[in-house]
């Protein structure tokens, strides 16, 4: 982000992604980037292409690179801070936006260098003070995670702010991404910011990306590794230096179907949402492992367990008096299954049994409640989650209306199962109107992705959902 604009005419028209969501403010961001008077006299840089027509064409599955690892910028790419203008940051430092301006700041006398410096440390605290995660970024990392494709973190910001980034963004956010039973949360296998200038030079020098493909034991040039930015210059152009795939992520909407680009910043992969880049990577990449894009049609699909305990078969059966007799301990019983076991909670809602439920929530225990609400069962659904898939409005209720003594939920309705349908994707794709409207009035989350990439209202053919999710992401996004 401080590397010079530049701008670049070139051969290739861009067209935008059709779908997509606007986010209030970007206008307003573009002057950061792009000087006024420029963007009146010049083409800007912009994609090279939109996600229907990608220079990586999709090939057959054996000719596909295989993704074996995700580097992304940070501002622009993964985080917005608002009152950064780096406009004004050139300006106040007396440097052209033709010049990189750490550079210029070097070559400064002492006196100047030190006083740019300042101006320089003061904007930037100021944008670690606005800064906020832009919208699907870590839903994207959750999904990486999911499908063990590591990732890292280049940046001309310094580790100063990539740390306010981490402790209080990323981290509180990613935790919260995954389920409680998953052993980690998505995190940057290598994070490099311009502090680290003495061993490696910043971007758009390739050697940052030569030095994370060391460390995943990749042999460049390797479109193994995908290199993801908002910058065509920056981003894309110090990926395609290192020989690696690029993506580029028009956060600042400079595309349009008038601007043209250079080849030599020409993307891979364009998006105008951070959120549709898992899709697109299915369709052109290899994805390695269980829920990769590798697995034979019909292997994910599975038989209907039957209940194994005494609690699980009497919940089905809805008789409470054989429950009655049961001890706490039986009645939050898992049932053996290498694919997970259902609870007594998990059959109760499974078969509709409400009185069951009712009974189940009243005698399990207030210390065990919360876990055995999101206890992951058969294939990691809960019970929350087999609600939605039925569309068991009723079954849904009960769970929502448990509340902790900090009044907050008891119930995670962002849980998916093993195959990464979340409780949204279940409804929306049963197109079960209800249970998404209750979902939706409780904060679903609208960006899960399940693991072909796609969100709820990507994942559903009923329009009056579709349009239902898409309403509250976009009021989300601009709220």
């Given at each position: ?12 028209l861009?067209?935008?992604l ?10 307003s ?46 501002d ?165 230096a ?11 909407r ?37 829920l ?39 009645l ?110 409780n ?10 990439g ?26």
């Amino acid at each position: 982000k401080y590397w010079p604009t530049g701008i670049l005419l070139g051969r290739r028209l861009c067209s935008s992604l059709a779908f997509s969501t606007t986010t209030t403010g970007r206008a307003s961001q573009l002057s950061f980037l792009y000087p006024t008077a420029t963007l009146s006299t010049t083409k800007v840089m912009a994609a090279s292409l939109s996600t229907s027509q990608p220079p990586l064409q999709p090939k057959d599955d054996d000719d596909r690179p295989t993704l074996k690892g995700v580097v992304f910028d940070m501002d622009g790419t993964l985080t917005n801070s608002p009152s950064l203008d780096f406009a004004k940051m050139y300006a106040r430092c007396n440097v052209p936006r033709d010049q990189d301006i750490l550079k210029a700041i070097l070559s400064m006398p002492p006196s100047d260098a030190a006083s740019a410096q300042r101006i320089v440390d003061e904007m930037e605290e100021e944008g670690r003070q606005t800064m906020y995660l832009i919208p699907g970024a870590t839903q994207v990392a959750a999904w990486l995670h999911y499908h063990s494709i590591p990732m890292a973190l280049v940046t001309r910001n310094t580790d100063k702010t990539v740390n306010v980034m981490l402790e209080k963004h990323w981290n509180p956010a990613t935790e919260s991404a995954v389920p409680k039973n998953k052993e980690t949360s998505p995190s940057f296998d290598i994070i490099l910011s311009r502090d680290n200038n003495q061993d490696i030079p910043p971007k758009p020098h390739p050697a940052s990306l030569e030095y994370i493909a060391s460390k995943w034991s990749i042999d460049l040039p390797s479109k193994d590794i995908l290199m993801v930015g908002d910058n065509l210059k920056h981003d894309v152009g110090f990926g395609k230096a290192a020989g690696v795939s690029t993506a580029f992520f028009d956060f600042h909407r400079v595309c349009n179907n008038e601007e043209e680009i250079d080849d030599d910043v020409a993307p891979d992969l364009h998006v105008n949402e951070i959120y549709d880049l898992p899709a697109l990577l299915c369709k052109h990449y290899s994805i390695d492992g269980p829920l990769g894009t590798n697995v034979p049609r019909g292997t994910l699909k599975y038989s209907t367990p039957e209940p194994k305990t005494i609690a699980g078969q009497a919940s089905v059966q809805g008789d409470i008096a054989k429950l009655s007799t049961l001890t706490q301990e039986e009645l939050v019983a898992q049932d053996e299954n290498h694919l997970g076991g259902n609870t007594p909670l998990i059959w109760a809602v499974d078969a509709g049994q409400l009185e069951v439920v009712d009974y189940l929530l009243q005698n399990v225990g207030e210390e065990n409640l919360k876990d055995h609400v999101n206890a992951r069962g058969y294939l990691g659904a809960t019970a929350f989650c087999r609600a939605c898939q039925k569309g068991n409005v009723d079954a849904m209720q009960r769970l929502l209306t448990l509340k902790t003594t900090d009044d907050s939920m008891v119930a995670d309705i962002n849980i998916p199962n093993d195959k990464m349908q979340y409780p949204l994707h279940f409804a929306a794709f049963k197109r079960h109107r209800e249970a998404v409207s209750v979902l939706l009035e409780n904060g679903a989350d609208t960006l899960v992705l399940d693991r072909k990439g796609r969100t709820p209202a990507e994942d559903t053919a009923d329009e009056v959902i579709r349009d239902a999710i898409l309403s509250e992401r976009r009021k989300r996004i601009s709220g």
